[in-house]
């Protein structure tokens, strides 16, 4: 009886020293890929040229005439105050719409607006058309610079002519159950849009213009980031129909979006802005920072924290449940493989897997992964897992992620809950909810995708 106390003991409290472990790594991981930061590390202004080095490229960009700025994403407005300093008089007006406003203090040549997201709603729209309205503005001789980060494909919304808010509203609903990709949902949004897919640049035209984004696409292409509004599109209207015949949406969607692909697809619309072209020939694009950004720091954190450090991967993709399936079966291996060690272990995975929604539960994908790893770790002491969102909220939660282990799954059923249960109605969150096992970070104030850190002892 005593000997199974003191063990219970001895996991409590390396339970809590490895949650510990675990939200200082995520912290280091996020805290890589702060706007602010970045650009004042990356960019500098020298006379009348802006240049950008860093380790994904360079740039230099030629700063005359008046300087338009154009700021969206989750945690875009942290950089506003970076923005005016870097650019003081030459700034002439800037528009940052972002999902939560995180920066509090007024500023002077830029405004902060929160929108809708993941659904666009009434003030994006508003939002966008100011937008669209200032670019247009700009003369040949001044510049257009828009500063990209992840929401912006929901925060930025300007149906194509002929589809309405609502129309756009419940198409993205459709999307985002399904399970497809965020390139395959980006495909489709770019073709249901006027501002998306080089749109901007087709409003800022004659004056020059750049983007700068951290990324939150796998593979970091800049015509996936945002859905491109400054940037062109490989895809066309027969791609994005393939993609919803290829998850059933078709019937689904309302009438207008249908019509209004179908009319692409023969023709009777013109297509998105194409690779080759005069604007985006003449219109750079720079990527600031990523994932792999972000691992990087999370693996050195680890590392100063006493583990030995790996990365898997910085392209987790794929159905959630599978993946952590196969994560965790790999994780159980190495330590089953090697159960006494001189240094505990470390594994760090980033990307973004999908949920395809069946059930009426509510969760995210990180929760929905945290949930499967726990079924699969079940009686597995000495692993201990966070499955978050680097923005701080992940699908319609106020939470990141979970955390899981070993003993998760018999937490559970001691409160009467049922994993598998929860698992088929998509329910995650009020499973984790249950287990005080929710991740709630809050605003990160950075996108850079999804991260799972792994923790082998």
Known sequence: MKAALRSKVFGAAMGRQARSALKRIYEAAVGAAQPS??????????????????????????????VYLVG???????????????????????????????????????????????LPDEKGLMETG?????????????????FLMGGASSLLVEPAAGLTLADKRATIVALLQSGMSIAEINCVRKHLSAIKAGGLLRAAYPARAMTLAISDVLGDDPAVIGSAPSFHDPTTFGDAWRILAKYRLVE??????VSHLARGVRGEIPETL????????????????????????????????????????????????????????????????????RRPLCFLLGGETTVKVRGKGLGGRNQEFALASAIELRRCPGLFLL????????????????????????????????????????????????LEDLFRPGPTGTNVLDFVIALVY
């Open 274 to 341: 194409k690779p080759g072209n005069a604007l985006s020939r003449r219109s750079p694009f720079v990527v600031l920072a990523n994932n792999k950004d972000a691992l990087s720091a999370a693996r050195s954190k680890a590392e100063s924290l006493g583990f030995s450090a790996t990365v898997l991967t910085a392209d987790l993709s794929g159905d959630a449940q599978t993946r952590a399936r196969e994560i965790c079966s790999q994780l159980k291996s190495i330590r089953g493989a090697e159960p006494a060690r």
């Open 72 to 118: 969206v994403g989750k945690g875009a407005d942290l950089s506003a105050p970076v923005w005016e300093r870097l650019l003081n008089d030459r700034l002439h007006q800037g528009i940052f719409i972002v999902r939560d406003r995180l920066f509090r203090r007024r500023l002077k040549r830029i405004s902060v607006t929160t929108t809708g997201h993941p």
């Open 130 to 146: 100011r937008c669209l309205q200032m670019v247009r503005g700009a003369a040949r001789d001044d510049c257009v610079i828009e």
């Open 387 to 434: 499955c978050a969102a680097s923005d701080g909220s992940d699908g319609p939660t106020d939470a990141a992620g979970a955390f899981t282990d070993g003993d998760t799954f018999a937490r559970a059923g001691s409160l009467g809950l049922d994993p598998y249960h929860a698992l088929r109605d998509n329910n995650s969150y009020h499973f984790f909810e249950r």
């Open 252 to 257: 689904r969607l309302p009438k207008r979006v």
């Open 37 to 66: 930061r970045l650009i004042e590390r990356q960019i500098k202004i020298s006379g009348d040229t802006l240049a950008i080095e860093n380790a994904m490229g360079h740039a230099r960009f030629p700063l005359t005439g008046k």
